[in-house]
């Protein structure tokens, strides 16, 4: 969930002070709009790590917004009153009307994430406790309420980083209290925690937005054109006279041009004969690995994402040959067949999960379904929305009956990508491999990229994280993916 | 759940043979026109009791309709194939492609009940179970899979005898095993499990249809009649181009024209003299528990409902005489003011909860969602049907704060209403109480009645049960309502 907050956006000082004014008339216009149509109300939640900002951006909306329209909320130890009713009686009360954006700052996932990063609760109770509240935000949602949740995000180093700075200076010294350095120390925990949480209820209506919270100016552009964006798009459905469901809540953008993707050093260096070194290593090893006893009770799922011509099948390849013929299956993945499209998507790649002490390598997979499937329209917004949720469902279940699932990302440049697709057009054993298709895609590079980063956020888990593999240089991108493996499995069968 | 699939239903034989040609003849168009169409596929789900009729009835089916277009799938034991994979693998494999009927007799459900019958797994982790398959099925059905899921009940007497019948004759002497009545002897635990399992899981998008299963006559027509009514609604949308999720599945209809409501005595016995008695015995009694050490740490939250002129106004006063006044209001429920019309349907009840120790008495309730909107339209049928499921939600709740949940509704006949009407013209100080509403009211009296009888079965829970309350005797009516609540009361503050 945090690997695009983690990656230090920033926003100059001067392009954060051209940027606002107008952001600020678009947000008045936009809460105008809101008042006079009283078709829904907003909701927004603020949670995350302390220090990460979220009160000084509940602030700043305040201020750039006319704040006798926002209703802020702020939820301490309940009061007598509050802890004689239901646990949400509290949060109820603090609902806003048509019309009108309450801000929610500590909620109805606040003590649920506290209970268990504390070990005060189990994980059953927590599932219990993310249920429930899955079913009161479907319910407000469907009662035509816009429900926007962000979750500040920092890394550990930044926040060690963020409080010693408040305390450094005497003006905001007095911010730092015992207790944030006691939620310090557990912030793997409360980590770990959140991921669960927002994994567990990040649905296609109400989706988790992670806000990067190391950079003041970021964060508060980022939030401000987050729901200036999400405001619009409702009020323009809402004019049009769609159901609410219709239209999700967007997927914060970034701001600063910095993505997972342009983040990463594609051309790494490696030479032919390391490469040959390491790869006898590393065949080796999986070798070993694939036929030990351990492994007969466990199967394993590969799964190889990619641009077109990033070395998919090239990877995929220097894996089977360490391994026996008989105990893995390649599952090439282009357009459904006629068969398949009459099931739900899902259904192509359950048929070919692979028994135990067998391997399934799905060259290309179920993220078709937010990449190609987002970016070329073959399904609604909707849709792809909802499949990040049912894709950790499906993997969760592999991972359940004792599969590992294993997933690359080969990214290669534009340069690379072009000089590759002449290179094939030229080789004329190769030239079946370059289409069209390849070069139209090209075109959407964006898009593609945006994709990209919307799926490693919302499907890399603790239990299957994506790996990025730089791929301009195919020794080396084969090298990462054999090592990759090798390790995972080595963690595995322990 | 299961109160009106203990009606003990009937059809008659010469009926059923008038009824079966026409039927069938439907079925098969209907079948014809789904394979033509192959816009969407049906998965029937058979569950219930043992004895109840499940597998005769999936005979039955392959009998009247097409089978090369039913895929007719039992589970077993998982073979090995099936269990080194994930658990949901076999379930996938025989999802039907569109344009055809699966018939999944066992299925996802079967595993988790029979589990926590038998108390192998616990609470939570039947209720994690619940919350994967709710999201297993939100999935279907926005895939476009038209969902019917069937629960087939018989009373605990009715199982005995079924199994007695069976062991009489020695032609089905076979089917009776030992296995049969050690189920037998944990139909307690089992209908306790299934009322939790089916609360859980009945979707607006795919409600339980929980069919009476005593009489194989009833029970084949009901489940004929409502495969036949679902596919029909689903084949004009799609004709229409309406989306899946536009299009609940339906309710079962009562075919024998028995319904909870019409089953019962409405005009009981009661002479003024024991009323009187009875009167001064219960309020007393209701007074010493509301004034109760004990109750302090408890709130009671009391539901009226009830057809117009059934009484609710007077049944309320014969207990709040018993209050301290202090101590209860009476929040009647009309139409939404403004302020209530810019939130959620449930908000308005929200703001009126009791704090501990106090008492709120509802004349009318959130129960106006599922009998007056659905029947006057003034909320789609999407909405209506969720509002079960949000309202078991919100009830759960309050029990789990501590409230005692009471609900009411007062059933008279159309006689005495209409005699209760002239009355009310004739007297001048009670005519405010009767208006042009009313009478038009009186027109939709089965649409009313069906709304009662679904809202009881959907929403009567072990610990929120409906008290049908006979009201034709006013003076009958009272005591009765006395006397639930303080039978509750003493059960609740022990």
Redesign the interface.
Known sequence: MFESAELGHKTAKTDYEEAVPALRAQLLDAQFDLLEL?DF?VVVLINGIDGAGKGETVNLLNEWMDPRHIQTWAFDAPST?ES??????RF??A?P???KIGVLFGNWYTEPIHARAKKIS?R??L??QL??IN??EA??V????LLIKFWFHLSKEGQKQRLKTLEKDPKTRWRVTERDWKYYALYDRYRETAEHVLRNTSTGMAPWLVVDGSDPRYRALLVGRTLLDALRKRIEAAQKGWAP?QTAAPLPPSLDNLNLLNSLTLNQEMGKKEYAEQLELYQGRLALLCRSEKFRQR?LVLVFEGGDAAGKGGAIRRITAALDARQFRIIPIAAPTE?ER??????RF??H????GKVAIFDRSWYGRVLVERVEGFCSEA?WM?AY??IN?FED??I??G?LVVKFWLAISPEEQLARFKEREAEPHKRFKITAEDWRNREKADAYAQAVCDMVDRTSTESAPWTLVEADNKLYARIKVLRTLCERLEAALV
């Open positions: 009283k109300a009153e004689e009713r239901p646990f949400m009686w109820w009360r609902l009307p048509k019309g189990k059953a109770e599932d219990q249920d429930r079913r009161f319910m407000l469907r009662e035509g309420v469901r199967a068969e009459a099931q739900p998507y899902l259904w359950w048929r999960l692979p028994r135990q849709d909802r949720a049912e469902d279940q592999l359940g009956a599969a």
